[in-house]
């Protein structure tokens, strides 16, 4: 199973990004799927998890209200539309699959990961 992220990049305090994973090499409607954050000097941090059928979300409380988790079965993509950035955010993100049916923030729990974006806000 491969995923691999883009989006990421340079934003100002205040702005927007949104970062896009792609599935390949396995079946994507049955995965979870997360996003994580690892800042430099800090351990990965879970963001967001979105389950297989998109109706059911979770999210970590520094992001809950201004990142949104979304995800097109049809083509093996998730999202994560990142609003109010702030210098704090900054951080590479990664997208990760897990076989858990319901919420799961522990890495451990997930068995495939993208490479990650970095995403740098300025102040």
């Known amino acids: 199973v491969h995923l691999e992220e883009s989006g990421g990049g340079l934003v100002a305090a205040g702005g927007s990004l949104r970062l896009s994973c792609v599935v390949s090499?396995?079946?994507?409607?049955?995965?979870?799927m997360g996003w994580f954050r690892q800042a430099e000097g800090d351990e990965r941090e879970f963001v967001a998890w979105i389950n297989w059928s998109a109706d059911e979300s979770y999210y970590a409380n520094p992001v809950k209200g201004r990142f949104t988790i979304s995800r097109d079965n049809a083509k093996n993509t998730v999202f994560l539309q990142m609003n109010n950035l702030k210098p704090k955010d900054t951080a590479v993100y990664y997208c990760?699959?897990?076989?858990?049916?319901?919420?799961?923030?522990?890495?451990?729990?997930?068995?495939?990961w993208g490479q990650g974006t970095q995403v740098t806000v300025s102040s």
């Open positions: 090499g396995g079946e994507f409607e049955n995965y979870g």
């Open positions: 990760a699959a897990t076989d858990y049916r319901t919420v799961v923030r522990g890495p451990d729990f997930y068995d495939h």
